[in-house]
């Protein structure tokens, strides 16, 4: 039987890999909504097209939120992920080059992604984050359903306290060998040399045996990120995209995508002898050979975004992202994706059978009438909106319009209204409004309120210091916020009364949150040069606690209800190479939950993009 009979004949119960972190089946009634915002493109479908471009067209007969294509190395079958059983639940599946014969390969509630097929046709390799959430390499034998994480042995996974994901694996030709990308046994570190952040992402290419041993490290170099490795034909050197450590992440940026150069270069696995293909400017990604004197690459954003070659024949000048080439270079498959924002309340998969997952826009809050706020940053100009939890009844309460910001800034979500705090009343929101995240170097924001109707509003502070991220106590009569300056940082708490403000800390301390009974206040403070944790502390500055200590990101803290504390964290690390992103600020967060005093902490979602702003609410019994 020929490979592509023997992968279509396949019984479905030797394709479809063990579910780990499966959705168990659906409850009679579940507990309520969960709110969230998923920063990544909104649509993505695969076009395949001749090498020169011509006669491009839709590849798949019914598209389903498809990405990262790769050919079989006989040509006859294509393998790629898909969301079509959930939006941010990715799988694997397979189909005829015609597009016909859609099939599912792995299934299941953990993230599985950038699929490829043996030179023999049995075994699939594959990402996936099926074994305690981490990116690694896995294998799975198509012929008795067995699966083996090649990379998360102690041997290959180094030091769990910084990053350790490993990325986009290549079979050579002999089926032998297994090249990947990792940033394992690397620090996390902050972009803009160190203060921002978010995180940016040095890679190292290595290579190991398909049954786990031979792991070895082939190419790195310090200050550098090395992705996407593809063997040559003859199975003697590994090509790559070299870009710095800091332009990875410009690359996902819609600020410096056009600015960020890199460089495909290839190695000889025996020897270590180094190629530089291309020099000058560029982000140059994704390389592949065609022959063993041809590679073609992906060129991301600015004037010369699309396909080129390095034996100098046209390029081919179209927006487009993963391309793959097919085995004899005829024909590319590649995916175009869209950034249209999600509709508010719209239907997400749910990794928690308790509770129904819907998007949402940025700081959902929910007023005790049961009214619901959020900053309106991807549906319109970052103004402040009121609606009904279903999205019904949506009203404009304080319009950013007109209030003197810098159109280009409200236009790229820098400047606007941000995170409306509802008054325990349900008669008042207050707010920050002015530049935020960098911009805020070069511009000032002032803490505000607004009356329910939108009818009156007026400032709480002067304006003479950065000031935003409020959160009303219990009893309504105070609001704490954060302060950020030359001469000045930290959290401060304002006494609606008087005007009085007092000082509450003096660290660097961001997104304070009073909780439901009063008792205490979380916030996200930086406790290094590159690591942000959640802290918690009583309003009258007493039991400062530190609830996490990973080395990665934790922030965004909001109180439940029931009082737990939800938040964004980087604890798991990136789930594919942070350059080949788009328009996110931190890839790599996903949506946790603890009690208040840190414990019984556990992840609530895992996709592959940047998930972040979760609201509970509980249905109405």
């Given amino acids: 039987m020929h490979r592509r009979e023997f992968l279509f004949a396949l019984p479905a119960a030797a394709l479809l890999a063990r579910q780990a972190f499966a959705s168990a089946p659906e409850p009679t009634r579940k507990k309520g909504v969960m709110l969230m915002n998923r920063i990544g493109p909104s649509t993505s ?50 189909s005829r080059p015609d597009g016909t014969g859609i099939h599912p390969l792995v299934t299941g509630a953990p993230m599985d992604d950038a699929a490829v097929l043996s030179p023999d046709g049995t075994r699939l390799a594959f990402v996936s984050t099926r074994e305690g959430y981490l990116a690694n390499i896995w294998v799975l034998n198509l012929r008795t359903g067995r699966m083996l994480n090649l990379t998360g042995g102690k041997s290959t996974q180094g030091d769990l306290n910084g990053p350790h994901g490993f990325f986009r694996p290549s079979w050579s030709p002999d089926g032998k060998w297994l090249a990947f990308s990792s940033d394992r046994n690397t620090p996390w570190r902050g972009h803009d040399q160190g203060r921002g952040w978010e995180h940016t992402q040095e890679l190292s290419i290595y290579v190991i045996r398909a049954d786990g041993t031979g792991f070895r490290r082939v190419a790195s170099k310090p200050e550098y990120c090395l992705g996407s490795p593809k063997w040559s034909p003859d199975g003697r050197r590994i090509v790559f995209y070299e870009i710095t450590t800091e332009g990875t992440w410009g690359a996902h940026r819609p600020e410096w995508i056009g600015r960020v150069e890199s460089q495909i270069v290839s190695i ?38 699309g396909l080129a070659y390095t034996s100098g024949r046209a390029a081919v000048r179209r927006a487009l992202r993963s391309p793959n080439w097919s085995p004899d270079g005829r024909m590319v498959i590649y995916e175009k994706v869209g950034f249209t924002a999600r509709p508010q309340n719209k239907s997400l998969y749910s990794w928690d059978k308790d509770w129904e997952y819907r998007h949402t826009d940025v700081f959902p809050i929910l007023s005790r009438d049961g009214t619901l706020a959020i900053t309106e940053k991807q549906l319109g100009n970052s103004s402040i909106v009121i609606m009904n939890p279903d999205g019904s009844n949506r009203r404009v309460v304080f319009d950013v319009e007109g209030k003197g910001l810098d159109p280009e800034l409200v236009k790229k979500g820098l400047a606007g209204a941000f995170q409306p705090a509802w008054s325990p009343d349900s008669q008042w929101i207050a707010f920050g409004i002015g530049t935020w ?57 304002l006494n609606l009364e008087d005007r009085g403000i007092r000082v509450l800390t003096t660290e660097y301390d961001n997104l304070p949150g009073w909780s439901p009974d009063g008792s205490r206040i979380v916030f996200t403070r930086k406790v290094d040069a590159v690591n942000f944790d959640i802290f918690t502390i009583r309003p009258d500055g007493t039991d400062l606690r530190r609830l996490t200590t990973h080395g990665a990101n934790d922030g ?56 972040s702003m979760p609201l509970y609410l509980p249905r109405a019994r």
């Fill in 556 to 611: 965004h803290a909001v109180w439940t209800a029931d009082g737990r504390i939800m938040w964004s964290s980087g604890l798991y690390g990136f789930r594919d190479e942070a350059a080949l992103y788009d328009n996110t600020f931190q890839p790599y967060g996903q949506i946790f939950i603890m009690n208040a005093d840190g414990s019984d902490k556990r992840i609530i979602t895992d996709s592959l993009w940047e998930d």
């Fill in 45 to 94: 479908e695969l076009f395949i097209a001749n090498a020169d471009g011509s006669g491009e067209r839709k590849f798949l007969q019914t598209s389903g939120f498809d990405y990262h294509a790769s050919w079989a190395p006989d040509g006859r079958t294509v393998l790629f992920t898909s969301e079509r059983n959930g939006d941010g639940q990715s799988d694997i599946f397979c």
């Fill in 268 to 305: 000889d696995v025996a020897t270590g002898e180094r190629i530089e293909h291309t020099t000058g400017p560029g982000l140059k990604l994704l390389p592949q050979f065609l022959s063993t004197q041809e590679i073609g690459y992906l060129i991301k954003g600015g004037p010369e975004e």
């Fill in 437 to 493: 995240f960098q911009e805020r170097r070069h511009g000032k924001a002032t803490l505000m309120r607004v009356s329910r109707d939108g009818t009156f509003w007026e400032p709480l502070t002067d304006g003479t210091a950065h000031s935003g991220f409020p959160s009303y106590s219990a009893d309504g009569r105070q609001i704490v916020f954060r302060v950020w300056g030359e001469d000045q940082k930290g959290l401060r708490i």
